[in-house]
Every structure is written in structure tokens, then in C-alpha cells.
């Protein structure tokens, strides 16, 4: 049951541009959602989260929006830059119901051209 | 740099065989989860150890268990290895359960042949 959905396995886009990445989940109890970028032969690093109280949670150049209501949430990356690239996780969890199971979409991977 | 290590880096191992995968968590972390991220997909939780008690298991087979150590080191078992059980294996620290902001480790790429 894949509950946590990227639709898309890729994205590249020009350095200074915006990259915008999406995710989609099914299930309603999911409260707390993060993203997560992977370098090749590292673990995950955590980037970004927002609670299901906020709509919006900017960090710098990430910004991740939640709208609860189409069960939806994207990561926002201005200006991109080539260090950017990797591939982007997203997870939903709801930390007092399911012991931190964090479920993770298949990622996306960006590419971000000079 | 996330100061969660684990070891080996990578493994092979027979079908049929077991496996011991370690994992050294942040200091001063005292919650240590497991996932499995098989090519081209998401990491998928496998269990959660909260001061040496699993506290939280997905939806992997009794053949999958663990361990963690006063230290909050942690291991995790693999009997009866399956081809399928080839993956990249991720240890995740926390500080306490319901931080979600987990550190992950490099992970451990296992081949099952």
C-alpha cells in the first residue's frame, strides 16, 4: 500500500530557476511530513518538515506548503543551484499514533544544470 | 555528517543464510529505527527500538529482528535470507520517540545471491 505518492521520478531544471518537487498521500492521519535529500552512497539528511497546523514552512532557500484538504505537498527550491542535485524524499507520519513509522514516497530525483 | 554509523558498508550473502547489521547511533540519541529501501523505491519501515524495546514494527516478516544495546547501538537480524531481502538497509537515530527528525546512516547495500 503505497501511501505516500511522487509521480514523478525526475525533474531538472536551470540553476537559479526554481525547482518544484511534489508529493501526494492517502491517508488522513498522517499529521507530520518532512523531506529528505539523498546524495549517492550517503543516508538520507533531513531537510525540511511542517506539522498539519501550518500550510506553509520556509527554511532559507527551501520552502515546503501543505494543503490538507488535497492531501498534497510540495518543496520549493529557489534559486536552485547545482548542489541541489540529488534525489528528494518525501515522508508522512503521525508520531503518536504509529510509533514514527515514517512512510516515504519512491523520491525524486533532481538535476539541477549550470 | 550525521554521527550514525553502520557496518558492513556492503554485504553478500547465500539464500538461506543469516545476517547481522550494526548500527551506532548519535550521541545522545536513545531512538534507533530500520528501514529497507529496495532499487528504486522509498525507504520502508521495518522497526523502531526506544531504550532497548521494539516500540513499533512495519510490515516485515518475524525473520527480520533486532536488538538494541544500553549504549543505544543497534542491531538487525536477517535469518533465512530471500533473495527479495537485497536492498540498501538504513539505520535512523532520533533523541526521543515523536522527533521525527531522524538522522540517518550511510546504510548497508546487501546482496542476496
Known amino acids: 500500500d503505497q501511501q505516500v505518492k511522487q509521480n514523478s521520478p525526475s525533474l531538472s531544471v536551470q540553476e537559479g530557476r526554481i525547482s518544484i518537487l511534489n508529493c501526494d498521500y492517502t491517508?488522513?492521519?498522517?499529521?507530520?511530513f518532512l523531506w529528505y535529500k539523498k546524495y549517492p552512497a550517503e543516508g538520507p539528511t533531513f531537510l525540511i518538515s511542517?506539522?498539519?497546523?501550518?500550510d506553509k514552512n520556509e527554511d532559507g532557500r527551501f520552502t515546503v506548503f501543505l494543503n490538507k484538504s488535497a492531501k498534497h505537498l510540495s518543496l520549493h527550491i529557489v534559486p536552485s543551484q547545482p548542489g541541489d542535485s540529488a534525489v528528494y524524499f518525501c515522508?508522512?507520519?503521525?508520531?503518536?499514533?504509529?510509533?514514527?513509522?515514517?512512510?516515504f514516497g519512491a523520491g525524486t530525483r533532481l538535476t539541477v544544470k549550470p | 555528517e550525521t554521527g550514525v554509523t553502520q557496518s558492513p558498508t556492503h554485504l553478500i550473502k547465500t539464500r538461506g543464510q543469516q545476517v547481522t547489521l550494526r548500527c551506532s547511533s548519535q550521541?545522545?540519541?536513545?531512538?534507533v529505527s530500520w528501514y529497507q529501501q529496495a532499487l528504486g523505491q522509498g525507504p520502508q519501515f521495518i522497526f523502531q527500538?526506544?531504550?532497548?524495546?521494539?516500540?513499533g514494527r512495519g510490515n516485515f516478516p518475524p525473520r527480520f529482528s533486532g536488538l538494541q544495546f544500553p549504549n543505544y547501538s543497534s542491531e538487525l537480524n536477517v535469518n533465512a535470507l530471500e533473495l527479495d531481502d537485497s536492498a540498501l538497509y538504513l539505520c535512523?537515530?532520533?533523541?526521543?520517540?515523536?522527533?521525527?527528525?531522524?538522522?540517518f546512516g550511510q546504510g548497508t547495500r546487501l546482496t542476496v545471491v
Open positions: 515522508a508522512a507520519t503521525n508520531p503518536t499514533y504509529n510509533n514514527n513509522d515514517m512512510r
Open positions: 527500538y526506544y531504550r532497548e524495546e521494539e516500540n
Open positions: 550521541s545522545g540519541h536513545n531512538t
Open positions: 511542517i506539522s498539519s497546523i501550518k
Open positions: 535512523a537515530s532520533s533523541g526521543r520517540v515523536g522527533n521525527t527528525e531522524a538522522f
Open positions: 491517508n488522513s492521519m498522517f499529521d507530520y
